[in-house]
Every structure is written in C-alpha cells, then in structure tokens.
Nanobody
C-alpha cells in the first residue's frame, strides 16, 4: 500500500490550502481514511477522518468549521480542504488508511501512512 500526499506549502494566516493523498495497493473504497498532523515538538494528532463510502466524516474540535475532508473513490484520492488557516495549524500533515471502513480517531487503527506534507502558516 502506498499513500502519496501533496499540496502543502507556505500560506498567510486566513488563507487556504488543499491537500491531496493518492492511494494505491488496496481497494481504496473499502477503508476509512484520515488526516493527522504533527507540529514541531508535539505528538501526532487527529485532524479529520472519512468513512469508506464518504458518508460519514469527523473532525478535531480545533479544525471544525474550517477544514473539510472528502474523497473520490474513482480516483483513489482523499482531500483536505483547509480554510481560514491559523499559525497554530503549522505542522506536517499525514494521510493514513484505516484497517476499518468506519471512522476511528486513534492512530493505531491506521495501518498505512503517507510520507507527510509540510503546511506552514505565517502570521
């Protein structure tokens, strides 16, 4: 299984970015997907997740109302639209594929991870 994340970059506070994660090597539509992030000196934290069909989503309180997770099962790709970015959103963002079809928040539920993409928000 391979996950390739892209779309990170440098943006000013209040700006937007769209992350993409292309998956290969397993039946994409059978598993939930998620985004996690890790800021310098901090642990990896849950950001958002989407169920196998895309019918259910969940978000960390810190990003609710600003970020939107979506997926295109025909393209084997999951997205994270990030709006109203804040300096505290600065982190390396990782996509991950779950071992389940339903949403879970815990990192151990996600067996495969992408390489991460850097998001930097300047004030």
């Amino acid at each position: 299984v391979q996950l390739q994340a892209s779309g990170g970059g440098l943006v000013q506070a209040g700006g937007s970015l769209r992350l993409s994660c292309a998956a290969s090597g397993r039946t994409f539509s059978s598993y939930a997907m998620a985004w996690f992030r890790q800021a310098p000196g901090k642990g990896r934290e849950f950001v958002a997740a989407i169920s196998d069909s895309g019918g259910s989503t969940d978000y960390a309180d810190s990003v609710k109302g600003r970020f939107t997770i979506s997926r295109d099962n025909a393209k084997n790709t999951v997205y994270l639209q990030m709006n109203s970015l804040k300096p505290e959103d600065t982190a390396v963002y990782f996509c991950a594929t779950s071992d389940f079809g339903v949403i879970t928040h815990g990192a151990p539920s996600y067996g495969y991870w992408g390489q991460g993409t850097q998001v930097t928000v300047s004030s």
